[in-house]
């Protein structure tokens, strides 16, 4: 079983900066829990600013449990995999990620975990995707059952208009067309758990 949390993006942004986010992201790990990154749609570079951000939201809304972090890199992904109770994959490029965790055999090594995926990493989890910056549908593993468009709506989106967005949900649905849309906001999520 993993439960699943697909992030529309920059869960910063939400009005409470994230606190809802973390609650869920942490809720079956009241008192200590170990998260592991998965920053693959970034480049390498990218890694290290991308998990200060996103570390000291975490630490922010942690409340009093302990929480420990380790980055995947692709020499300890199964070592990283199993140690993790959290995998988190921020956002990046939406078909660099599946490409780079095609080797590994992510249905085993995050079996019982809590898997959340902001933009890219949502995109990751889903049966397809647009993605908005190449304009083109995507497919990620299909854990879950729709095809995803994230940041949807954002007005500060690659200044993206309202054809943008109609254009990309209708995209969705030409490309899989009894697979439903699942269009996340920004700094908006949603749960599921599956097999």
Known sequence: ??????????????????????????????????????????????????RQWNTSMFDKFKGERKVEYRTMTNDNFAEVSAWADVIYMPGGDSFVLPEKLKSFDVTKFWDGKVIAGASAGAYFMSNGFIGLSDRKFGRGIGWVNVSCIAHWRAKDYEDYTDEDWSWAEQEALRQLPDTPVLCIPESEFVEFTVQ
């Open 1 to 50: 079983m993993k439960r699943l949390i697909l992030m529309g993006g920059r869960p910063w942004f939400a009005e409470d900066g994230g606190k809802k986010f973390v609650d869920t992201l942490f809720r079956y790990h009241p008192n200590e829990v170990k998260l592991a990154f998965c920053i693959f749609a970034q480049p390498e570079g990218q890694w290290e600013e991308t």
